[in-house]
C-alpha cells in the first residue's frame, strides 16, 4: 500500500485530506509539527510526503532537507500564497512539486497521483501513442509516423517524462533531476534548453511552433496532447 506523511498543522484540513487520500486507497499518517514528522519520517518509510511550509514549531523547508539527506522519496510542498520565491526554495531544496493554498482537494490528488507515476520505476503500460509519436518502452525507443527517432538517452528520457506527464508542467528542475542519473555529469539550466531543442527539431513538424512539447513560460514544459497507454 502506498504510505503518505502528511505534515498540516491545519487539523481540519490535514482530517479532510486523509480522508480524501484514504478513499483513493493511499494510508495517511499526519503530523502538525516539525519534531513529530521528524520522528515518523525516522521510523517509518513512506512513498510520499505533502509538507505544509509554515509550522507551530519550524517550517517545511527544514523536514524536506532532513529526508533528502537519505531519501529521493518525492515531496510535494503545500505553499500558503502562490509566492515564487516560497517555489523557487521548495524546488531547489529538493521538492518535486508544489500546490499553492486554497486548493481544491480534486487539485491535490490529482497532484499526488501524478507525482506518484512520474516516480513509480514499475512499468505499467509498455506503449505509449501520442498523434504520430509513439513509444515501445521495453524496447526504449520511439517513433514518428512509424519510422525510428533517432533519440539519446538523456533526449528519450525526457521524452518518456513528458508523455507519461501529459497535460501537466513538469518543471525544469524536475526534468534536470530526472536526467541526472543518465548524464552522470553535470547539467545546468541551460542545457535542458538544449535538450529540449533538439528533442523538438525530431519530433515537431515546426520546432519554433510546437504542437507536443509546448514551453510553459518561466516554469518549464508541457506535453500537450493526449496521450494513450496500449
Ligand atoms: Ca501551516
Known sequence: MTRILLVEDDNALATGLKYLLGNEGYEVDISATVAESARLIGQREY???????????????ELCQQIRVEHQTPIIFLTARDQEQDVVKGLELG????????????????RVKSVLRRFSTRITSNVLISGDIKIDQLQARAYLRGKEIGLTPSEYKLLLLYM??????????????????????????SSISVYIRRLREKIEDDPSEPQYLKTARGIGYIWDQEVRRG
Do not use: M, Q
Open 47 to 61: 512513498d510520499l510526503y505533502i509538507l505544509d511550509i509554515g509550522l507551530p514549531d519550524g517550517n517545511g523547508y
Open 95 to 110: 521538492g518535486d512539486d508544489y500546490i499553492s493554498k486554497p486548493f481544491r482537494t480534486k487539485e491535490l490528488v490529482s
Open 164 to 189: 507519461n506527464n501529459s497535460k501537466k508542467v513538469i518543471t525544469r528542475i524536475a526534468a534536470l533531476e530526472n536526467l541526472w542519473d543518465v548524464e552522470g555529469d553535470f547539467i545546468n539550466d
